[in-house]
């Protein structure tokens, strides 16, 4: 499809957060906007999702060029997960090689509070490391992914809460799935640090106030939180908002929806 000064403006989410979805619905009700949502195709059932949905890798940044000038991308929108940071390095180059605007919508990290008990680490193999000093009994919350991190810790047993029941066995010496999916409220967290007897906590630095009752929850326990910092970013060439509404001021106060 073509668009010109007075068609369609065609804009591509770069999705898999409750922002994005946010922001596909918010979009989708203007009639000057075409929205399509990507997807990396990560979770068997995703929410539905206001708008166009694609779902698959795009084949690096030189293949999300390609697919920005084959669908006519005008505007493409970063709102992918704080952790994300190799599609969000794509989106950067592809943008800039492609030369139409990128809008990156980050929502910012939880900070610590005065009783939280926190130990900032590097990556999942910090965290790893710093379970070898930590309790035995852990919850994990950072996902189906790089798990293998923590295979070498045979005196610690795993409570792995994912979205998705896992296909194939996890690469953990002893562990048991709690399958779920946020928000959770604190008084669900603090239930499940309690049933099975958790010692510490691990979480990426997410942020956002779906998965965070896990926090409070390991406050209201005296829990340690082993918390994951992000990932440094990358070359940023857009702007940046933090939320939803201010990726909608932004896009209006630069005229895509006149
Ligand atoms: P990643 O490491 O940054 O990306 C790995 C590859 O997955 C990318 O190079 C790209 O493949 C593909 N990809 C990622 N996001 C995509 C998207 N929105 N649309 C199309 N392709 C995408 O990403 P990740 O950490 O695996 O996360 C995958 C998705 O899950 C992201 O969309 C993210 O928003 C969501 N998510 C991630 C986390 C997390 O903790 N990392 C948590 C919640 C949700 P090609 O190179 O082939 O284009």
Same mark, same amino acid.
């Given at each position: 499809?073509?668009?010109?000064?007075?068609?369609?403006?065609?804009?591509?989410?770069?999705?898999? +957060?409750?922002? &994005?979805?946010?922001?596909?619905?918010?979009?989708?009700?203007? @009639?000057?906007?075409?929205?399509?949502? =990507?997807?990396?195709?990560? +979770?068997? *059932? $995703?929410?539905? /999702?206001?708008?166009?949905?694609?779902?698959?890798?795009?084949?690096?940044?030189?293949?999300?060029?390609?697919?920005?000038?084959?669908?006519?991308?005008?505007?493409?929108?970063? %709102?992918?997960?704080?952790?994300?940071?190799? /599609?969000? =390095?794509? @989106?950067?180059?592809? &943008?800039?090689?492609?030369?139409? $605007?990128?809008?990156?919508?980050?929502? $910012? %990290?939880?900070?610590? @509070?005065?009783?939280?008990?926190?130990?900032?680490?590097?990556?999942?193999?910090?965290?790893? *490391?710093? #379970?070898?000093?930590?309790?035995?009994?852990? #919850?994990?919350?950072?996902?189906?992914?790089?798990?293998?991190?923590?295979? =070498?810790?045979?005196?610690?047993?795993?409570?792995?809460?994912?979205?998705?029941?896992? !296909?194939?066995?996890?690469?953990?010496?002893?562990?048991?799935?709690? #399958?779920?999916?946020?928000?959770?409220?604190?008084?669900?967290?603090?239930?499940?640090?309690?049933?099975?007897? /958790?010692?510490?906590?691990? &979480? *990426?630095?997410?942020?956002?106030?779906?998965? @965070?009752?896990?926090?409070?929850?390991?406050?209201?326990?005296?829990?340690?939180?082993?918390?994951?910092? !992000? $990932?440094?970013?990358?070359?940023?060439?857009?702007?940046?908002?933090?939320?939803?509404?201010?990726?909608?001021?932004?896009?209006? *106060?630069?005229?895509?929806?006149?």
């Amino acid at each position: 499809m073509t668009t010109d000064a007075t068609g369609p403006r065609r804009i591509l989410i770069l999705g898999g +957060t409750l922002e &994005a979805n946010k922001l596909a619905a918010a979009l989708n009700e203007q @009639a000057v906007l075409e929205v399509i949502t =990507s997807l990396a195709g990560r +979770t068997a *059932k $995703p929410k539905a /999702i206001a708008g166009q949905v694609r779902v698959g890798g795009f084949g690096g940044a030189d293949g999300l060029k390609a697919y920005l000038k084959d669908q006519a991308i005008n505007l493409m929108i970063d %709102a992918t997960h704080p952790f994300a940071a190799q /599609i969000s =390095s794509h @989106a950067a180059a592809a &943008a800039d090689q492609a030369g139409i $605007p990128l809008l990156r919508l980050c929502r $910012p %990290a939880w900070q610590a @509070a005065p009783n939280d008990r926190w130990i900032g680490v590097d990556g999942l193999g910090g965290a790893a *490391k710093a #379970l070898r000093d930590a309790g035995s009994r852990v #919850l994990l919350t950072t996902g189906r992914q790089g798990l293998g991190a923590f295979s =070498s810790l045979k005196d610690h047993h795993f409570v792995v809460r994912l979205v998705d029941a896992p !296909r194939e066995a996890l690469p953990l010496p002893s562990y048991e799935v709690e #399958l779920g999916r946020g928000p959770f409220s604190l008084q669900e967290e603090v239930a499940l640090l309690e049933r099975h007897s /958790i010692h510490v906590v691990v &979480a *990426k630095n997410s942020g956002g106030p779906s998965t @965070a009752a896990k926090l409070d929850a390991a406050r209201t326990l005296n829990l340690p939180v082993i918390m994951i910092e !992000r $990932p440094r970013a990358g070359s940023m060439t857009g702007h940046e908002v933090e939320t939803v509404e201010a990726a909608e001021a932004w896009i209006g *106060k630069n005229g895509w929806l006149s």
